[in-house]
């Protein structure tokens, strides 16, 4: 194997790969729409990066998945991915996951979307495709502001933290989202950080395969707009603080885990129950009603 020196006066040598180097995601990217429109150290990426890897560890047929994304920044993922995968409008992420998730029960949907997205104007939505148990998993990046639009003030926002609309500080009371999730009816419910990769791989692999409505929250750095106007440095800073409060407690009562600003962050798997859900539910329900009168909706199969 030939090599190639790193600097002319260095004696580090790296071995010169046979293949040319490829990047390990490029069959899940849309690489003709690269780059990103996400700033340096942005933790959406990451994010990503997590969704691919729970996909390929669920082990699910990719094309019997399809994703969804409001708009935002976070709103931008499902663009980027190559699968069936749709950028809707901004707070119905979620009625256009769900009518897919109805059209065709044999696909597994996805939303991947941010926090004003999925909690703000589409917190209706939200509240009742987990009431529903719809067979959905909703991947929400909470970066505690509106990103795209310059850092407004939204549904997560601490109190305290600076935003555009908020400049002596935010007053309003901040949803806690797995909370919320879990008392609509959510059957699985996790929150992460960016930093925490691998732990949000696994939830995203094993929500992507449970029935019902899924939850993970993954808490983001906006380096350039939320931690710019509070004062807390880059992205690297952001997961630095991540790493020092973060706390691991599965199994910890949603109601128990509001996030105060730059105060302890409480992550883990919180909800992992099994409750039927709005296909199996439904079907079971008029199954009963009507005997064999009832014929189930399978779906769009064949193109029918
Ligand atoms: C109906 C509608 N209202 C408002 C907007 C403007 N808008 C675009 S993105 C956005 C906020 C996005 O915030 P979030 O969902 O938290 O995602 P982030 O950018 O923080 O990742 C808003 C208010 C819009 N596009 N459509
Ligand atoms: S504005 Fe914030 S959330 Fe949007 S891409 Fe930049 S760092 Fe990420």
């Not at 669920?58 to 994703?67: E, N, P």
């Not at 059209?103 to 009431?131: E, K, M, T, Y």
């Not at 909470?142 to 549904?155: D, E, K, L, S």
């Amino acid at each position: 194997m030939s090599e190639i020196t790193a600097h002319s006066d260095s004696t580090l040598k790296i071995p010169k790969s046979p293949e040319p180097l490829t990047h390990p995601m490029k069959d899940y990217l849309r690489n003709e729409r690269l780059p990103h429109i996400w700033c340096s150290t942005c933790g959406i990426g990451t994010v990503l990066t997590a969704f691919i890897s729970g996909l390929q560890k669920s082990g699910l047929d990719r094309d019997k998945v399809a994703v969804v994304s409001g708009i935002g920044c976070s709103g931008r993922a499902a663009g980027y991915l190559r699968l069936d995968s749709f950028h809707s409008t901004h707070g119905r992420a979620i009625p256009f996951a769900t009518g897919v998730a109805l059209g065709n029960p044999d696909l597994n949907v996805a939303v991947i979307s941010g926090d004003g997205d999925i909690a703000a104007i589409g917190g209706n939505h939200f509240i009742h495709a987990a009431r529903r148990n719809m067979n959905l998993t909703i991947i929400c990046i909470n970066n505690f502001n509106y990103a795209m639009t310059g850092g407004q003030a939204g549904p997560t926002t601490p109190e305290e933290a600076n935003a555009s609309t908020t400049p002596f500080g935010a007053y309003e009371y901040p949803f806690n989202l797995p909370y919320l999730a879990e008392s609509c009816g959510a059957v699985y419910v996790a929150r992460w950080t960016s930093l925490h990769i691998r732990r949000a791989t696994k939830a995203i692999a094993e929500a992507l395969v449970k029935p019902g409505f899924s939850f993970i929250e993954v808490i983001s750095p906006c380096p350039t707009l939320y931690a710019r106007r509070n004062r807390l440095g880059s992205g690297l800073d952001l997961m630095r603080f991540y790493h020092d409060t973060a706390k691991i407690q599965h199994g910890a009562n949603t109601m128990d885990i509001d996030i105060d600003f730059q105060k302890e962050i409480i992550v883990g798997k919180f909800v992992d129950k099994d409750k039927p859900d709005f296909y199996t539910n439904r079907n079971n329900f008029l199954r009963n009603k009507l005997g064999d009168k009832f014929i189930p909706y399978e779906g769009v199969k064949n193109g029918h």
